[in-house]
């Protein structure tokens, strides 16, 4: 560790408490405590499938709090946004990555969260998420209406991706559950199915770029291509505001041309109970040492401080909103 990130832990990020203990996020840890300064402890972070952007920039923020704080971070590889939620809710985990459009769900108490709202703040908004569709190209496959009866993996069961492929298949008039032959696969899975010609085709919710997607747009080049969803964009707009038009450089995966996509932020969550200053020393760390987590990898350059705040219907947490102010 740097000399530099021993200086700033020690004057900006001093931890107090006993060593080797969880960080204490329940009622009775005085949440709303003053200070911007992390409590001592242990805490996991909920993150993705492995290989994935979350799976990885996860892995850089738990190293980079546990190198400039007391807290001991670790990263988790989890199946995503949903069933990140549900188990950040049920205190398996201290901190989740999760799509935004996934957790207005939660706090709505709708979908994949009916009628049970759930209890959680946003620490930050991060990078955006861009929904990447590739198909084979000797699928048939030209718009998301052409997925009728083929052979689709529609993402990690209770993931973000899977809940975006299926408002993706429903806003093109498809029944997710009859009118394709959906395959609720993890990233890697779905890219050996695309490979071995098991899969016509994916979709993937991720950040830019996604290495397994740089693996199969490498080893398979023409044989399978990018398909534009941005026709799709308004109908989902109507389900949830936080959908936006983007797109994927032809440079990411080394493709002829740029593809337009529906990108979608990802958020930082936490309980309402997580402590006022952990929550501040950590969200000011990710801003301070933004250039740490863009060598893990570079999606972390678009966590941008003018954006941090824009999380709602997510309320953000007290503590960020200190760090923030």
């Known amino acids: 560790m740097r000399k530099s990130l021993v200086a ?14 969880r960080v204490d996020t329940s009622a009775g840890a005085d949440p709303n405590a003053a200070g911007c300064v992390a409590a001592d402890g242990r ?32 990263a988790a590889e989890t199946g995503a946004s949903v069933q990140n939620v549900q188990q950040l809710v049920a205190g398996d985990y201290d901190i989740a990555f999760s799509l935004a459009d996934t957790a207005a769900d939660a706090v709505a108490g709708k979908d994949s969260f009916a009628g049970k709202p759930q209890k959680i703040q946003a620490l ?3 990078y955006p998420n861009y929904t990447q569709v590739v198909v084979r190209a000797d ?67 991720g950040g830019l770029p996604t290495a397994q997607l740089t693996d199969l747009t490498t080893s398979m080049r023409e044989r399978v ?31 002829a041309k740029d593809v337009p996509t529906i990108v979608v932020p990802n958020l930082l ?29 570079p999606a972390a350059k678009d966590i941008l401080r003018e954006k941090a705040s824009t999380t709602a219907p997510v ?11």
């Open 8 to 21: 700033l832990a020690a004057v900006a990020l001093l931890a107090t408490g006993c060593g080797g203990k």
């Open 43 to 74: 805490l996991t972070i909920a993150t993705g499938n492995a290989g994935g952007v979350y799976y990885v920039v996860g892995g850089g923020l738990a190293q980079l709090i546990s190198n400039n704080t007391k807290v001991r971070a670790t």
């Open 124 to 126: 930050t908004r991060i």
């Open 139 to 205: 699928s048939g496959i030209n718009s998301i209406a052409d997925m009728r009866g083929k052979r689709i993996s529609t993402g990690s069961p209770k993931s973000g991706t899977e809940l975006i492929a299926n408002r993706l298949l429903q806003a093109a008039g498809l029944d997710p559950a009859k009118d394709v032959r959906a395959q609720r696969l993890d990233l890697n899975k779905t890219i050996d199915g695309m490979k071995d010609g098991t899969l016509d085709g994916l979709v993937w919710s």
């Open 225 to 255: 291509r990018f398909v534009d969803t941005t026709p799709l964009l308004e109908p989902l707009k109507k389900i949830n505001p936080v959908y936006d038009a983007g797109t994927i450089p032809a440079a990411t995966y080394k493709q």
């Open 269 to 297: 969550l936490v309980r309402e109970d997580f402590p006022v200053g952990t929550a501040c020393a950590i969200t000011k760390l990710i801003f301070d040492k933004r250039a740490e987590l863009e060598k893990v990898h």
């Open 315 to 325: 309320q953000l947490h007290p503590g960020a909103r200190q760090a923030l102010s």
